[in-house]
Nanobody, 124 residues
């Protein structure tokens, strides 16, 4: 069982930077793939980035490649999403999610544990 608590988010100007954190409780965090999803108003939840349990593999949506960086610190049971050069179209509620083992899945239904969500608003 894993519980995820998110922090970070808020209002940021386009071209600025922001970091989201996802802290996990429970044991064996390094056995879990963790991903970030986002959901903009009126749209479906979409995959943003994912990282393997050991942190040696990452995956990104094409829309954020080169701007977003996912990383993790298993000693601190925390996954981060660094957002650089945000754009207004990045405005959404962001969620972290975890799944035991496996690959970096890109569909929300493949994740069992979810953070509470955090709002990111990018002003022009």
């Amino acid at each position: 069982q894993v519980q995820l608590v998110q922090s970070g988010g808020g209002l940021v100007q386009a071209g600025g930077s922001l970091r989201l954190s996802c802290a996990a409780s429970g044991r064996g965090f390094s056995n879990y793939v963790v991903a970030w999803f986002r959901q903009a108003a009126g749209r479906e939840r979409e995959f943003v980035a994912g990282i393997s349990g050991t942190g040696d593999m990452t995956d990104y949506a094409d829309s954020v490649k080169g701007r977003f960086t996912i990383s993790r610190d298993n000693g601190q049971n925390t996954v981060f999403l660094q957002i650089a050069s945000p754009k207004p179209e990045d405005t959404a509620d962001y969620y972290c999610a975890a799944a035991f083992g496996g690959a970096i899945w890109s569909f929300p239904r493949q994740y069992d544990y979810w953070g509470q969500g955090t709002q990111v608003t990018v002003s022009p």
